[in-house]
């Protein structure tokens, strides 16, 4: 499926279930995006080890702890963007220019969780896929010798497979699914920084955001 974007931001205002994609959600022209987990396990030497074995030896626990986070590179463009600005389903499209995508962005960062139709909970990355959720055979209609046959979904963290099946063999009770369509659940969190550029030069917008990953409240 071809699509013109392939980054959103989510407002608070998204509703779980909505398959619209294009509602209050603002597009990003992205040209690189940078992942990263750091996984923290406490560890510590083990004292005497090293007198009988010659060999010292570190002890560490794996308490199931990582940092994730995300830092994109790219421009705004004079978009199109739909939004439910009374929060009854009354969604109205207008276009902005680069420079209010970037205000809109900026200020949003800048809200707290309690203002939705500002506050952004949800970053959307799509990406190619040959393979589902259940992990048996290829995804329907793929040729894994063309990658534009293949669907695009959602990055998240999950792993595939039901509850102590697949990938999940040893996880009794997973908090998320691998995603099988582009209208699934993206990444949840909150963005860490905006920064963006204003030249003469151009009309275009170039920024650079980092998102962390989260459960937050509100």
Known sequence: MTREYYVYLKTQAFEDGETDITKNTIPLRVVSA??????????????????????????ALDL?????????????????????????????????TAHEVAQMIASGV?????????????????????VGNDQTQQ??????????????????????GDNN??????????ISDFPDLATAKGLTGFIRSFSFDF??????????????VASITP
């Open 34 to 59: 940078s992942f990263t987990v750091t996984k923290t396990i406490p560890a510590f030497p083990v004292p005497l080890s090293g007198i009988a074995t010659g060999e010292s030896i570190t002890a």
């Open 64 to 96: 199931g702890m990582s940092d994730k986070s995300i830092s994109l590179q790219g421009f705004l463009i004079d978009t199109a963007i739909t939004k439910d600005r009374t929060g009854n389903n009354d969604f109205t499209t207008l276009t902005y």
């Open 110 to 130: 800048d809200s707290t969780g309690l203002a939705k139709n500002q506050a952004f909970s949800e970053l959307v990355i799509l990406y190619p896929s040959f």
């Open 139 to 160: 995804r329907a209609g793929v040729d894994v010798n063309n990658i534009d046959t293949a669907v695009n979904v959602p990055f998240n963290f999950a792993s595939r």
């Open 165 to 174: 099946t697949s990938d999940n063999l040893g996880v009794p009770a997973k």
């Open 199 to 212: 030249s003469a030069e151009t009309v275009e917008v170039s920024f650079n955001l980092d998102f962390q």
